[in-house]
């Protein structure tokens, strides 16, 4: 199986903000990876696709980038419902998910 | 309104079984890839099982493999999962989730559409 791993683990953050979170493969996934946010007794909810594609609906805040085996999800200006937990995973072979990064206020 | 929603989970000792449901509303389940993702309490989301649209391709996460069936009824819009010798290590909830359609492309293993989750709890 690919082992999903994120950076950091958890982040302390203010209103406006710019956060960056990592995402980091086991072996190459090319651009199978995407991005959830999770917010307390919540579903998750897609946000980035195949690396860098925003789902419909999402602010243009969020942002993601990379391939092979090295991933970012950005977060431009935090708002303040921005507040949540958020997972990578990859589609290359068996989804995997990341084991999340929660992001909370400062 | 397009909606997932599961049903049929609850309290259940061990080794023993349970058959969750997944009713879709608002969209056709027959033109998407299902799958189960399950998330234990106060940890992250686990990928469980999948099935192809006509129900002809299903897969398993190793730890499940033997134990979980993943079906599904396009005539009732409805996904399933019987899940069968329950161990302790099985408590979550469990969500329904549907592929991802862009415009232009639909990826297999992006989830779009979530229910709300069904919590299975196994203990004696």
């Known amino acids: 199986d690919i082992q999903m791993t994120q950076s950091p683990s958890s982040l302390s953050a203010s209103v406006g903000d710019r956060v960056t979170i990592s995402c980091r493969a086991s072996q190459s996934i090319s651009s199978s990876l995407h991005w959830y946010q999770q917010k307390p007794g919540k579903a998750p909810k897609l946000l980035i696709y195949a690396a860098s594609s925003l789902q419909s609906g999402v602010p243009s805040r969020f942002s993601g980038s990379g391939s092979g085996t090295d991933f970012t999800l950005t977060i431009s200006s935090l708002q303040p419902e921005d507040f949540a937990i958020y997972y990578c995973q990859q589609s290359y072979s068996t989804p995997t998910f990341g084991p999340g990064t929660k992001v909370d206020i400062k | 309104e397009v909606q997932l929603v599961e049903s049929g989970g609850g309290l259940v000792q061990p080794g023993g079984s349970l058959r969750l449901s997944c009713a879709a509303s608002g969209f056709t389940l027959s033109n998407y890839w299902m799958t189960w993702v399950r998330q234990a309490p106060g940890k992250g989301l686990e990928w469980v099982a999948n099935i192809k649209q006509d129900g002809s391709e299903k897969y398993y996460v190793d730890s499940v493999k033997g134990r979980f069936t993943i079906s599904r009824d396009n005539a009732k819009n409805s996904l399933y999962l019987q899940i069968n010798s329950l161990r302790a290590e099985d408590t979550a909830v469990y969500y329904c989730?549907?592929?991802?359609?862009?415009?232009?492309?639909?990826?297999?293993?992006?989830?779009?559409?979530w229910g709300q989750g069904t919590m299975v709890t196994v203990s004696s």
């Open positions: 989730t549907s592929q991802y359609c862009s415009s232009t492309s639909c990826y297999t293993d992006a989830f779009d559409m």
